[in-house]
DNA sequence: CGGCATACG
DNA sequence: CGTAT
DNA sequence: GCCG
């Protein structure tokens, strides 16, 4: 609450400007190990260095060792132009030998083709210095531009006479450069940023936006979250040190850069939960995907993923074969098995997970379809209407026994199997809480309570953004405790009797405010809610109403924003800080302990739960891991 | 080698 | 064991 | 399957 979001910065000027009248290059490579330069790095160090007074510039090393740029001169005089190139030591002194490697190849196409490429010029300006991002990492420790001489990279070191007249021009300019700088030249520069240079212009945000523009698979948003989001990156690591255990700490958008791998990772997830029944791999999997959609650029070789928490070597074997051929073996042979497809097909109908699947299976079952059929078959030989629930009645006793006989909210299930996968686009979410929202604010009115007391939200997929959605989670409360006792009860009359809407109750929570009592833990007032089918449009839609007592608002619209693995990851997260955090409360003491007590304090909002974690809040949208 | 999120019907 | 996130 |  008293958190602004994120525009302090403009106001204060908490920057210094050691970086004044530097201008450096940063040679991003794609890489991810200790020593590389990601584009994540890249593009911090590039903001840094802005903040702090400089001008910066990223040229991805790609382009210049593959000599995919055409406007050379344009490049040559950029790197005349710099101060400092920052380089990443594992590419210290192989830059030549790249560039001589890539050109043989070039001229080896351009015979074909007719046209010439020249060799690249890879010549420095006069005191322009190769050094390594510890540099830049240092200069920002310190809050001064500090003494190069120890960063100082080669970018020509191993291969010095082997290449052409331009690299070792660009030896020669460089070894110009260093002399000069352990003498007056250096000591000037080092000794200006307090001096002078008064006014530090932060950079705009559409300023970094173009100076990130060449990494086109760095996609936008994901870009975008990581550097509104700042969090625990730190800018001397490499950023996989970076990368947060929990996926409560990182930002995740719904459109990641790495789609190319997450669909055969959900299928992995549904398979090992649904149709092989391991629920700790299904959780492994799980883990995975959502690192993979909170990683914030195209993810191409597996090794890039390498020391992250829950990727290890054959989850990053299958992100190898996945990039290779864009199949998974290992998914493929699981579903060559008709056992797991059939219980796949079984678990389609709601309230059938795969212990039930696999009943059903063993009784005979091979799909839904088969099970329809026979009920269907079953109905037309009993003549009236009467009988015909008895011929079914009479089915299902004599295919399935006792145990496993569908319940009457399975054979629902059954019947409206198809209706289930039918998705609601957003507008349709929308106008269902609307119909929520009419019913609530009668509900209201008739106790005297007026609008401004009214607290409802649609949280779930909706909130996070989701396109379409399966069902929707309406979150319906009353500022006044008196107002939100038996209102879910309340609103589900109105909508039925007064409003005259179909409404199918497949599950009704405890009314009227009664206590659930955990065993080890405080009695606190449980949610009152319930799971129906609300026809609409013409379709039957999943419609989840939800009333938590008031005081309860900010954990429980947590808890039901999702994602699934989120929720997970927060909890696991509390528990790390010696916390229990529940869709209810957060308590104090590990839940092991029997008399834990409920936190003193007032969360008003989701925001207030993240700051008392001790978590840099994240919005719904971004938590689509 | 145990644990893997949590609560509720 | 099922549902919800 | 991975972590502590």
């Known amino acids: 609450m008293k958190r602004k979001a994120a525009s302090p910065r403009k106001t204060a000027a908490p920057f210094s400007s050691c970086f004044a009248d530097t201008e450096v290059l940063i040679l991003e490579d794609g890489g991810i190990s200790p020593h590389d330069i990601s584009p994540m790095r890249a593009g911090l160090l590039l903001k840094k260095i802005e903040q702090h007074g400089g001008t910066a510039e990223v040229i991805p090393a790609n382009e210049v060792l593959e000599g995919r740029l055409r406007a050379r001169e344009q490049r040559d005089s950029k790197l005349s132009r710099a101060t400092h190139v920052v380089l990443s030591k594992s590419l210290e002194g192989k ?11 070039k001229n080896k196409d351009t015979n074909e083709n007719g046209t010439i490429y020249a060799p690249l010029p890879l010549t420095v300006g006069r005191s322009c210095q190769v050094v390594s991002p510890d540099w830049v ?11 190069p001489r120890p960063y100082l990279l080669s970018l020509d070191r191993a291969e010095r006479n082997e290449g052409g007249d331009a690299y070792t021009e660009a030896a020669t300019k460089r070894e110009e450069a260093a002399e000069p700088t352990a003498g007056g030249t250096k000591k000037a520069r080092l000794s200006h940023p307090s001096a002078s240079t008064p006014t530090v212009v932060s950079p705009t945000h559409a300023a970094i936006e173009a100076r990130l523009a060449p990494f086109s ?59 092989v029944g391991d629920k700790e791999r299904e959780t492994a999997f799980g883990r995975v995907l959502a690192v993979l959609r909170a990683w914030p650029w195209k ?16 989850m990053r074997a299958v992100i190898e074969e996945i990039l290779m051929t864009g199949r998974c073996s290992r998914l493929e042979k699981l579903r060559e098995d008709s056992s797991h497809r059939c219980l796949l097909d079984l678990c389609r109908v709601h309230q059938v997970g795969h212990a039930t699947a696999r009943k059903w299976y063993e009784a005979g079952y091979r799909s839904v379809a088969q099970i329809q059929a026979d009920l269907k078959r079953a109905e037309e030989t009993g003549d009236g209407e009467e009988q015909a629930g008895g011929e079914v009645e009479r089915y299902l006793g004599s295919t399935f026994c006792t145990s496993q006989r569908p319940s009457m909210e399975q054979l629902l299930g059954i019947l409206f199997v198809d209706e289930y996968s039918v998705k609601m686009t957003r507008c349709q979410v929308a106008a269902l809480e609307g119909i929520v929202r009419e019913a609530a604010l009668k509900a209201l009115a008739a106790r005297g309570l007026g609008a401004e007391t009214l607290l409802l939200q649609t949280c779930g997929g909706y909130l996070r953004g989701k396109a379409l959605n399966g069902d929707a989670d309406v979150l319906v409360s009353c500022t006044q405790a008196q107002g939100q006792a038996g209102l879910r009860e309340e609103i589900k009359r109105i909508m039925q009797e007064d409003m005259g809407i179909d409404l199918l109750i497949l599950k009704e929570g405890n009314t009227m405010g009664g206590f659930a009592s955990k065993p080890t833990h405080e009695k606190i007032a449980s949610h009152d809610n319930m799971l129906t089918l609300i026809k609409h449009e013409g379709f039957y839609r999943r419609l989840d109403v939800i009333s938590p007592p008031p005081d309860q608002w900010a954990f429980c619209v947590l808890g039901w924003s999702g994602s699934k693995q989120m929720e997970k990851d927060l909890r696991d997260y509390a528990d790390e800080q010696g916390l229990h ?45």
């Open 217 to 275: 698979d760095l996609d936008p948003t994901t870009r975008d979250a990581f550097f509104a989001y700042g969090g625990p990156l730190v800018l001397s690591k490499p950023f996989s040190a970076s990368f947060p255990k929990f996926a409560c700490q990182r930002p995740a958008p719904a459109q990641h850069p790495n789609r190319h791998l997450t669909p055969l990772f959900e299928d992995l997830v549904e398979m090992y939960g649904l149709g």
């Open 581 to 625: 955090l529940s869709q209810q409360a957060v308590f104090r003491e590990t839940k092991r302990l029997t008399n834990p007590k409920s936190i003193d304090g007032v969360f008003h909002s989701e925001e207030d739960v993240w700051e008392f974690l001790g978590l840099k809040y994240l919005p719904p949208r971004l938590r689509c891991a």
């Open 299 to 314: 993810v191409r070789e597996s090794k890039e993923l390498k020391g992250i928490r829950h990727v290890g070597g054959s």
């Open 137 to 147: 990492s240092d200069c920002l420790l310190h809050r001064q531009l500090v003494d």
């Open 95 to 105: 830059v030549p030998a790249l560039v001589e490697r890539l050109r043989r190849e």
